[in-house]
């Protein structure tokens, strides 16, 4: 009877674990993006709001210097 290699069976298990969690955080990360293209939609009318609120702010810099 042939003797079973336990570190090939090892190595599959791992590499199969490895698979499973790259899957994981794959379907993660696109889950993720789903939500936030909605959210950079509000971000981005922000970030025009803070824009015009840093050169507010760097005009009023130079001038207390």
Known sequence: MAKPNFQYEKR?????KKRKKEEKLKRKAEKGNAP???T???DADDDEVDTDTDADKGAAGPAST
């Open 12 to 16: 599959q298990k791992e590499l199969e």
């Open 36 to 38: 936030d293209d909605g």
């Open 40 to 42: 950079e939609a509000s």
